[in-house]
C-alpha cells in the first residue's frame, strides 16, 4: 500500500469499446496500474477509446485509440494509436485483434499437437461464422462443399442442428477450419487464424495477404498461395487423403521461423504506452472542438463519397 500511494495518479477513462467490455478490469488498465495509481474518471487526463461509438468526441483530453476491426486510423481523433496497421510512426503500436484470444504462456506452448489416432476420429471440415456479408467466404464453403459436407456451427449457414455454444470445443473435432477474415487488408489478422491452431485444427486461411510475416504458411493452408481455389482444394481433398501428409503440416510450428511476435509480450506495450504517455503528457492536448470540426468535415465527405459512388453505378447500370 505504501507503494501504491508514491505512484503519480493518472486519471483515465474508456469508451466505445464492445460489448462487456470491463474499464476496471483489462490488458491497458493493467500495463498502466505497474507505474501510475489509477482513478477512473469522467475528465480524464488520457481516454482509451475504440471503434464500437462516437461517444470519445464529448471527452476534451488526450487520446489513446485501439481497434482490432479493419478500419484505419482517424489521426485526427487522437493522440497515441494501436491498430493492426503496419506503420513506422512514433506514437503508434501494431497490435492486432487476435492478441485478445491467447497469451504470450500459452503461444510458447505452440499448436495443440495431433496424434494418428485422434485424426482418425476428426471430422472433414468446419466454419463458425454468424456474418453472411462476406461473399468470399460463402463462395468458398458451397465450393469445398461439393467435395465433403463442412459443418457450420455459427449462427450462418447452420447445418448443425443450431450455433455451437463453445467454438473451440466444436473446431478441435475437425481435420480442418474454414478461416477468412470478414475482410480483406495487409496486416489485418483477426481470432480466426489463431483459434484452429490452438485447437487442434489446420486452418484454410484467406485475409491478411501479409500473414506470412508473421506465420508460418507451412503450418497452415493460405488461400493466397494458390492461383485459384481450385487448386486450393485440390490441395485440402489431397490433404484430406493422405494422413502422412496431413499430420506433417499438422506439426509444423504456427509461427514464422517458431518465433513469437513482439507485441505478444508484456513489456512490448507496457513499454510503448508508458513511453507516450510520458512524453506527450506535460503538452496541451489539441482542442476537441478542432477535433469535432475535423470529424465532421470528414464524415460529410464520406457521404459525398457515398453519394457519388451510388450515383456513378446507377448511371453505368442504365446505360
Not at 491497458?28 to 462516437?54: H, K, Q, T, V
Not at 501494431?94 to 476420429?121: C, D, F, H, M
Not at 474454414?178 to 485475409?207: D, R
Not at 504456427?254 to 508484456?266: A, L, Q, S, T, Y
Amino acid at each position: 500500500m505504501e507503494e501504491e500511494s508514491v505512484k503519480e495518479i493518472l486519471r483515465i477513462n474508456f469508451c466505445d469499446f464492445w460489448n462487456h467490455f470491463n474499464p476496471m478490469d483489462n490488458y491497458f488498465y493493467r500495463l498502466l496500474a505497474m507505474d501510475f495509481r489509477i482513478e477512473i474518471s469522467d475528465d480524464p487526463d488520457f481516454l482509451i477509446y475504440s471503434c464500437y461509438g462516437e461517444e470519445h468526441l464529448n471527452f476534451d483530453c488526450y487520446k489513446i485509440y485501439y481497434s482490432g476491426e479493419n478500419q484505419k486510423i482517424n489521426w485526427n481523433a487522437c493522440d497515441i494509436a494501436l491498430g493492426f496497421e503496419e506503420s513506422t510512426k512514433l506514437l503508434y503500436r501494431r497490435l492486432p485483434n487476435w492478441i485478445w484470444y491467447t497469451t504470450e504462456v500459452e503461444l510458447k506452448k505452440g499448436r495443440k499437437s495431433i496424434t494418428q489416432k485422434e485424426l482418425a476420429s476428426k471430422k472433414f471440415c468446419n466454419m463458425v461464422v454468424s456474418n453472411g456479408r462476406a461473399q468470399k467466404r460463402v463462395a468458398f464453403f458451397k465450393k469445398l462443399s461439393n467435395y465433403k459436407q463442412v459443418d457450420s456451427g455459427g449462427r450462418f449457414l447452420n447445418n448443425v442442428g443450431g450455433p455451437v455454444p463453445n467454438k473451440i470445443d466444436f473446431v478441435k473435432d475437425y481435420k480442418f477450419t474454414m478461416a477468412f477474415e470478414n475482410s480483406m487488408q495487409p496486416g489485418y489478422t483477426t481470432e480466426k487464424l489463431i483459434e484452429p491452431f490452438l485447437a487442434g485444427s489446420i486452418p484454410i486461411y484467406w485475409g491478411n495477404t501479409e500473414v506470412d510475416k508473421e506465420f508460418n504458411t507451412k503450418a497452415f493452408l493460405n488461400f493466397h498461395d494458390y492461383e485459384t481455389e481450385e487448386e486450393l482444394i485440390k490441395e485440402i481433398i489431397s490433404l484430406d487423403n493422405n494422413d502422412e501428409e496431413y499430420l506433417k503440416m499438422a506439426s509444423e510450428p504456427m509461427f514464422k521461423n517458431g518465433i513469437v511476435p513482439d507485441f505478444m509480450k508484456e513489456s512490448y506495450l507496457h513499454e510503448f504506452l508508458i513511453d507516450s504517455i510520458r512524453e506527450i503528457k506535460d503538452k496541451k492536448p489539441v482542442s476537441q472542438t478542432y477535433r469535432k470540426y475535423i470529424y465532421n468535415i470528414q464524415l460529410l465527405l464520406r457521404k459525398i463519397d457515398f453519394v457519388l459512388n451510388r450515383a456513378l453505378n446507377y448511371r453505368k447500370h442504365f446505360r
